[in-house]
């Protein structure tokens, strides 16, 4: 049995990026199967960027379980020490940019998701994955994918005989290939991105990236490291002016005074390709606390069509309310919440009810991009 791959603590960021180019260039370890590979769960020892929208996390939630904090000489750059006796390895992270954490992995694949999953889940951790919608994948490819995933499971529906899809593609085409999956009247709702394939090239050379609809990055191959860190940086530059307009043009702020209150702001929405079957199931799952969406709440019936939530986002425990009815979902955000809950929700219901949803704004503008 090979030895695991070697994660040395680094000192600087010009330690880090030998490591990391080491690796671009390094041979792979063979893999256990087609459907690790694709999943990005198998034993690839590239380099891997899990992008973390942070909310202001304290940095010692990350110790809180149990894991090691080994700074270096640059305040913004820390090795992280998994807890695992059995499985010790090391991830390095990038704080430079206080709310957007970036972990770099060069172990392998499996436990490194694994290994940064418990980090942003933990309790109380205030962490929280960059959401990339199928949406958002199409568009950071912008007609240059090399390669695409989909992965659709509607989790609103009891029923095992629900349609689900699951395909992996890479060659030549992917646009004509998507456009045709979605010709399909079985499956036009049901073709949600959950990665795409770029080959990227910067004037230093070219990285073959997959990009994970979690805000995962995998390099597959190529011969810059620099170009696989200008990607990252784009990926985190056009997810952050997102967050951006969503704080600051979709809030509800409320000035009182002794005789009245008024009201600025404005409510995003996420429109439903097809009506709801049920607006009261559908609020059932939706505010049950449980992953992806994170959202715990209460809701009542107004009458059959409309249903209102008062929520709980548990990535910062802060309040949310939302507007259901059949053919679209209001998310109505307080002063100070954070956006990255509009981000999960439409990410997850492309994924899980309707990939052909759309996230709109004031005078129907669209968040993300139109279809």
């Known amino acids: 049995m090979p030895e695991p791959p070697q994660t040395p603590l680094v000192k600087n960021r010009r330690e880090l990026r030998d490591i990391l180019e080491n690796r671009l260039l390094a041979a792979e370890p063979e893999e256990e199967s087609f459907e690790e590979v694709e999943e990005g769960e198998g034993k690839s020892i590239k380099p891997k960027t899990y992008l973390i929208e942070s909310n202001n996390a304290p940095l010692e939630n990350i110790a809180k379980e149990g894991n090691e904090l080994k700074g270096t000489e640059d305040k913004t750059l820390w090795n992280i020490v998994s807890r695992d006796p059995q499985n010790r390895f090391s991830v390095y992270l990038d704080i430079l940019e206080p709310r957007y954490w970036k972990i770099h992995s060069v172990y392998y694949a499996r436990e490194s998701n694994a290994f940064v999953r418990s980090l942003v889940r933990g309790d109380g951790s ?25 992965k659709y499971r509607n989790v609103f529906e009891a029923d095992e005989e629900s349609p689900k899809v699951s395909m992996n593609y890479w060659g030549r085409g992917t646009n004509e290939v998507l456009r045709a999956l979605k010709g399909i009247p079985e499956i036009q709702n049901k073709v949600s991105l959950s990665k795409v394939g770029v080959d990227f090239l910067t004037d230093a050379g070219h990285v073959k990236t997959d990009i994970f609809k979690d805000g995962r990055l995998r390099a597959r191959s190529g011969n810059s490291i620099e170009s696989y860190l200008s990607l990252v940086e784009l990926v985190t530059g056009y997810y952050s ?69 008062k929520g709980v986002d548990l990535h910062t425990n802060t309040p949310v309310e939302l507007e259901l ?26 994924a899980h009810f309707d990939s052909n949803c759309s996230l709109k704004g004031l005078n129907d503008v669209n968040l993300i991009r139109t279809h």
């Open 126 to 150: 205030r962490l929280d994955n960059f959401w990339l919608s199928s949406d958002s994948l199409d568009l950071l490819v912008g007609g240059r994918g090399t390669a695409f995933g989909l």
């Open 241 to 309: 002016q997102i967050l951006a307009n969503i704080e600051q043009n979709y809030v509800m702020k409320y000035e009182y005074t002794e005789k009245y209150c008024t009201v600025q702001g404005s409510y995003s929405a996420i429109l439903f390709s097809s009506p709801l079957p049920s607006v009261t199931s559908f609020a059932e799952t939706l505010t049950s606390g449980n992953e992806p969406f994170r959202i715990w709440g209460l809701w009542r019936s107004v009458d059959n069509k409309f249903v209102r939530i």
């Open 325 to 350: 009815m059949p053919d679209e979902l209001r998310i109505v955000l307080g002063e100070g919440a954070c956006g990255n809950v509009v981000t999960r929700l439409f990410t997850n219901i492309q």
